[in-house]
């Protein structure tokens, strides 16, 4: 990858790494979390957060890089940041699996609490039913958010991509102007010393026949007015 002189892109894309590194040890510990319910909750929370400060990093590091005069490093720094967002959406995808599991385990917790009697208030089992059909409901829309906007992701690469191969006409044709310019300089060039060496010789022919017709020109006087010698 291209070396990036910007300290600013380097910290943003520092801080964008610290934040996602950060997300993925919530996560891991909503997958070992043994409950209870506020426990997890206080986690959801804390991931929360995260990926909103994620987010907004990563929408820093796109704004610094339509900031950059070089194309070049300005597709670099956005490649990075399109890596960044499909990054956080799989670690998106990863924490709703985890709640799952974190939730299935503590509503089986809580069903064992209920049948040996460990616990005072007994709740309905339908109300169990109905809390892991809410959960199941609540992850396929998660999941099929994290489609759509995976989705709009991969059609504005696309469109950067386009915008990039129309950038770069202008500089192929500008590249093959002056390569004909080139060519018709050095063709120029070829003629103007030719042009030299036959003006270089035009002038021996011209000083040739001049001297031929100043001799000539003597002869004759020379031949009138002495003409017995």
Request: proline share 3%; charged share 30%; net charge positive.
């Amino acid at each position: 990858m291209a070396v990036v002189p910007d300290i600013g892109v380097r910290i943003c894309s520092q801080e964008i790494i610290k934040n996602d590194l950060q997300l993925k040890a919530l996560i891991q510990d909503i997958r070992d979390c043994p409950g209870p319910q506020h426990i997890l909750d206080e986690l959801n929370f804390k991931v929360k957060d995260k990926v909103r400060h994620l987010r907004r990093r990563i929408q820093d590091l796109e704004q610094l890089a339509k900031e950059q005069d070089s194309e070049t490093i300005k597709t670099v720094i956005l490649c990075e940041a399109d890596g960044h967002r499909k990054q956080m959406l799989s670690n998106q995808a990863m924490w709703r699996k985890a709640n799952l599991a974190c939730k299935l385990l503590i509503d089986s917790m809580e069903r064992d609490e209920l049948l040996s009697g460990e616990i005072s208030t007994v709740r309905p089992r339908n109300a169990t039913k109905e809390s892991l059909v809410h959960t199941y409901s609540d992850i396929t829309e998660s999941l099929m958010s994290i489609n759509r906007v995976m989705s709009q992701q991969v059609q504005q690469s696309e469109g950067t991509v386009k915008s990039l191969v129309i950038s770069s006409r202008p500089i192929l044709e500008t590249s093959e102007e002056f390569k004909a310019l080139n060519g018709a300089i050095h063709l120029g060039r070829k003629l103007i010393l030719k042009y030299k060496r036959r003006e270089v010789t035009d002038k021996l022919l011209i000083f040739l026949a001049l001297g031929l017709f100043l001799a000539t020109v003597v002869y004759i006087f020379k031949k009138r007015i002495f003409p017995f010698r």
